[in-house]
């Protein structure tokens, strides 16, 4: 069985050129099933995250999702919960080849980060090749010796630490792209739950114009279409507009709106 080296998400990024040179554009798993995986993988979007920091996700459901979308043209990134070497090597372990690391605050996070990803010498994932879905049970040819070109790290920037650290953090060797979120950043920032804010804004963008500047992607999860548009207009290179389960929320409220008639006024109801 060949080692597939040229599918990660950093190849993908690189061969925008073959996109016409647009951004790649993605949504959110976050049903944890295997089918709602499958649904969107035949979207025609260009890439897909499962969700395991604020999703119901174990090992047992990321797996399944990755057998569920496999062979579909789609990228798959995954996330998990924390930035931690021994929950990153279950994940790699599983086949997971495109990490989305949350919370890298500084340059020693994202270090850590890679070096979850990579064999010593290089780093400090431990090998369990013959065990693991990875290596197909030791079925791929040289995969301990190669292993690190199957992985794609990206790293998120949604904190004011991160981004006043961002051009460090862009520096750090194996870090392939870097990756804003505007949700926790407005927190960080003192304004919960207002993602439009200019000041959250600005930060994104200045840090979109130092990914630019160190020649590393970067992208951004927006979900309003302007505020999407105009991130790709600033050099988002990709991006998430969506997410299975705010589609399935919205959708079925649209529904119940369409075909329950309103409410009557509380002050017309009748109490028994």
């Known amino acids: 069985m060949p080692l597939r080296i040229e599918d990660t998400f950093r ?9 016409a040179g647009r951004p790649l554009a993605g949504m959110w798993v976050c049903s944890g099933s295997p089918l709602i995986a499958e649904l969107c993988a035949g979207s025609g979007l260009d890439w897909l995250l499962v969700d395991a920091e604020h999703s119901p996700n174990g090992l047992e459901s990321i797996l399944s999702q990755l057998q ?7 990228q798959v990134l995954v ?16 086949g997971v ?14 270090e850590a980060a890679v070096a979850a990803t990579r064999y010593p010498p290089h780093g400090v994932r431990g090998v369990g090749s013959a065990l693991a879905r990875a290596a197909r049970w030791n079925r791929v ?7 690190g070109e199957t992985i794609s790290v990206t790293v998120q920037i949604e ?14 060797d194996g870090v392939d792209a870097i990756f804003l979120g505007p949700s926790d950043l407005a927190a960080s920032m003192g ?9 959250v804004r600005a930060a994104v963008e200045h840090c979109l114009a130092a990914a630019e500047a160190a020649g590393k992607p970067a992208g951004v999860n927006a979900f309003n279409p302007e505020t999407a548009r105009r991130y790709m207009d600033n050099g988002a290179r990709f991006i998430l507009v969506g997410a299975d389960v705010a589609l399935l929320a919205r959708g079925s409220e649209a529904l119940a709106a369409a075909f329950i008639p309103a409410a009557e006024p509380a002050e ?5």
């Open 79 to 94: 996330r998990p919960p924390v930035n931690d070497t021994v929950v990153i090597k279950q994940y790699l372990d599983l």
């Open 141 to 147: 040819p040289a995969y301990l010796a190669r292993a």
């Open 68 to 74: 569920a979308v496999n062979g579909y043209p789609v």
């Open 191 to 199: 304004v919960l739950g207002q993602q439009e804010h200019p000041e």
């Open 11 to 19: 190849d993908a990024l690189r061969d925008q050129n073959g996109n």
């Open 268 to 272: 017309t109801k009748t109490s028994y």
């Open 159 to 172: 904190s004011t630490a991160a981004v006043e650290a961002v051009e460090e953090i862009l520096a750090v």
């Open 97 to 110: 080849q495109n990490l989305l690391i949350p919370m890298v605050n500084s340059v020693a996070d994202a």
